[in-house]
């Protein structure tokens, strides 16, 4: 039997209309537009792409967008009044500072430097402290993005094993809480744990965030699993031709969709989902902003 493709680049479309006809009904009801301002601090060109993309599908949500675009020798007196006047702003919902940042600059300094009201990516401190006692808070992109996608797949996520690899602050440790939050058993492994192939292979649940390609191989799950891979890896395909490359995911497709019963692909799986949901975000921070009933399942 072969997996069913979970295609997240349908559902980020189904999630930026449903933001689209939002922000619609904001305008005309209330007069507001939800605004959006993305920081970027050198010439990083893999940033580059992404803080494009963003600012692209901001507007065509019908969103405003600002790009801030900074030498990467910025100091951080200048970075952080930067966000200190985005923090007063009235036009500015959400703010995203884009990572990793220049060597010389503090990230936690400058991420608990954003009003957590417009913290979009659910990175301050406050909103992960939030998020782990249960209470309400922004939530980051990506975690967001993999939970609406496995609620979508099963309806109630109540009971099940769920297996995260990865134990970043970005994913893994979010992504741990949300599940929780809906009532799995959460194990997160990490690379010092002992028989991770034991582990995983015990999960209905499995959500790869490690950043190794294809390091999951299709005899580690358990048959009918759904197996969601946060990976983004670009390796050599010479297959391709000479000097080519294609991006993978952190789980080996070809043997891992024989054996689960859902699979995300790489691309077109997690990666769609995490901007449509920092699209989500910024809808849901005016929301709250403006004391605004939020919309339904744009957030936990
Ligand atoms: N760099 C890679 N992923 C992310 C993300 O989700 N948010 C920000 N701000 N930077 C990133």
Known sequence: MSAQVIDGKAFAAKVRDQVSEHVKLLKVEHGIVPGLAVVLVGEDPASQVYVRSKGKQTIEVGMHSEEHKLDIATSEADLLSIISRLNSDPAINGILVQLPLPKHLNEDLVINSIDPAKDVDGFHISNVGLLGTGQRSMVPCTPLGCLMMLREHFGSLSGKD???????NIVGKPMAQLLLGDSCTVTVAHSKTKNLKQVVSHADVVVAAVGRAEMVPGDWIKPGAVVIDVGINRIPAPEKGEGKTKLVGDVDYDSCSKVAGAITPVPGGVGPMT????????????CRANGLTEPEGLTV
């Open 162 to 168: 769920a297996v995260i690899i990865g134990r970043s």
């Open 275 to 286: 901007i449509a949901c920092l699209l989500a975000n910024t809808l849901t921070a005016t």
